[in-house]
């Protein structure tokens, strides 16, 4: 198993949904997914707004030294801002684990949810070549998030990031 942590500070929340154009700007599009310039940060990150709304978000952190997976939804949820909860993750044959740390109010208006972060090469390995992952929070119950399309979104993200350097 691996761990990873579900940083609620690592990022500022739904950015490129409702973000200011000085600040995100649109660098393509693949199989459902959005690649964003997040110039103040200058790096990329990638989004996808599912059919209900929920949205999930990948990209680096600011020093570009960890991945982050973050996923929102407009659904209720008893998601509290920084209360933290054992997590783990299914995707493929493996399992992470880690803490989750609730995020809300830093984001956008009606949205709840959190960023898993991970220096673990395997963890987006199995992100690019698994078609769901399966997330398991300690009191919330299971969902599904699909990765569709993550393969190509995550290579457009990497190309996206290698020119903003």
């Known amino acids: 198993m691996s761990k990873f942590k579900i940083a609620a500070t690592a990022l500022a929340g739904i950015l490129?949904?409702?973000?200011?154009?000085?600040?995100f700007e649109g660098y393509g599009s693949v199989e459902?997914?959005?690649?964003?310039?997040?110039?103040e940060k200058k790096s990329c990150l990638?989004?996808?707004?599912?059919?209900a709304e929920n949205v999930i978000q990948m990209g680096l952190t600011e020093d570009r030294s960890v991945g982050y997976l973050g996923v929102f939804t407009k659904g209720e949820t008893d998601v509290k801002r920084d209360e933290e909860?054992?997590?783990?993750?299914l995707i493929g044959d493996n399992i992470y684990v880690g803490t989750a740390t609730g995020m809300?109010?830093?984001?956008t208006a009606g949205y709840s949810g959190g960023y898993v972060t991970s220096?673990?090469?395997?963890?987006?390995?199995?992100i690019e070549q698994q078609y769901e992952m399966i997330v398991f929070p300690e009191k919330e119950y299971s969902f599904i998030?699909?990765?569709t399309g993550t393969k190509k979104?995550?290579?457009?993200?990497?190309e996206c990031n290698e020119k903003q350097m």
Do not use: Q
Not at 46 to 51: A, K, N, Y
Not at 85 to 89: C, N, Q, S
Not at 153 to 158: E, L, T
């Open 46 to 51: 990638i989004e996808l707004v599912d059919s």
């Open 104 to 107: 809300r109010g830093n984001i």
């Open 119 to 126: 220096d673990n090469p395997m963890f987006v390995k199995d």
């Open 153 to 158: 979104a995550i290579a457009m993200g990497r």
């Open 85 to 89: 909860e054992d997590v783990a993750i």
């Open 32 to 39: 459902g997914w959005n690649v964003f310039i997040d110039h």
């Open 16 to 23: 490129a949904t409702t973000a200011s154009a000085d600040t």
């Open 145 to 147: 998030v699909d990765l």
